[in-house]
T-cell receptor, first 116, second 114 residues
Framework: AQTVTQSQPEMSVQEAETVTLSCTYDTSESDYYLFWYKQPPSRQMILVIRQEAYKQQNATENRFSVNFQKAAKSFSLKISDSQLGDAAMYFC?????????????FGTGTRLKVLA | KAGVTQTPRYLIKTRGQQVTLSCSPI?????VSWYQQTPGQGLQFLFEYFSETQRNKGNFPGRFSGRQFSNSRSEMNVSTLELGDSALYLC?????????????FGPGTRLTVT
């Protein structure tokens, strides 16, 4: 069974600095999808970025980028130029495209605090 | 396009009662997933529906059930509520198309069982 591990329950970063959130996963599949979701306090969870395992190029969305290391089964999220609005819980998620799965596996989350 | 909506947003129930939560997905989305979120357990997958069929189910007791209607709206029911059922219940919709797996979450229903 697949598992997703976020080993950092909480992280802090100074405004305008860069922070990296870690995520590792375990799977025997070769094709899958990885996601980072952001859940601001008392607000809806939103998708930050996605990565297809068959793509070697790391995904980037504005100030958010990932470091996808398929062999190491690592999928970290880098937030550059951190802003106060980045403060949230961040969840890493795994999705298999295999017929019959249809579910996401989420990590336990990392709470990011942004210090002014 | 309207986002995922969930009703009610807050609910207080007594142990032993039952509750029904509702989720309306984004227009055109055919897949609806339900999650239970608690501080200790994170997001736990409950079940996923696609075109009125439950395609997968998480490791929850039979007291948790769901259904999806022809318009893709989904309901989740919890019978014989226990104190441990207190949680934020999240609904997420996706198009269901192959290779398109982004999920869009609703605001959640905060259930408190006393």
């Amino acid at each position: 069974a697949q598992t997703v591990t976020q080993s950092q329950p909480e992280m802090s970063v100074q405004e305008a600095e860069t922070v990296t959130l870690s995520c590792t996963y375990d799977t025997s599949e070769s094709d899958y999808y990885l996601f980072w979701y952001k859940q601001p306090p008392s607000r809806q969870m939103i998708l930050v970025i996605r990565q297809e395992a068959y793509k070697q190029q790391n995904a980037t969305e504005n100030r958010f980028s990932v470091n996808f290391q398929k062999a190491a089964k690592s999928f970290s999220l880098k937030i550059s130029d951190s802003q106060l609005g980045d403060a949230a819980m961040y969840f890493c998620a795994y999705r298999s495209p295999r017929e019959g799965t249809y579910k996401y596996i989420f990590g336990t989350g990392t709470r990011l605090k942004v210090l002014a | 396009k309207a986002g995922v909506t969930q009703t009610p947003r807050y609910l207080i129930k007594t142990r032993g009662q039952q509750v029904t939560l509702s989720c309306s997905p984004i227009s055109g989305h055919r897949s609806v997933s339900w999650y239970q979120q608690t501080p200790g357990q994170g997001l736990q997958f409950l079940f996923e529906y696609f075109s009125e069929t439950q395609r997968n189910k998480g490791n929850f007791p039979g007291r948790f059930s769901g259904r999806q209607f022809s318009n893709s709206r989904s309901e989740m029911n919890v019978s014989t509520l226990e104190l441990g059922d207190s949680a934020l219940y999240l609904c997420a919709s996706s198009s269901g198309a192959w290779g398109v797996y982004e999920q869009y979450f609703g605001p959640g229903t905060r259930l408190t069982v006393t």
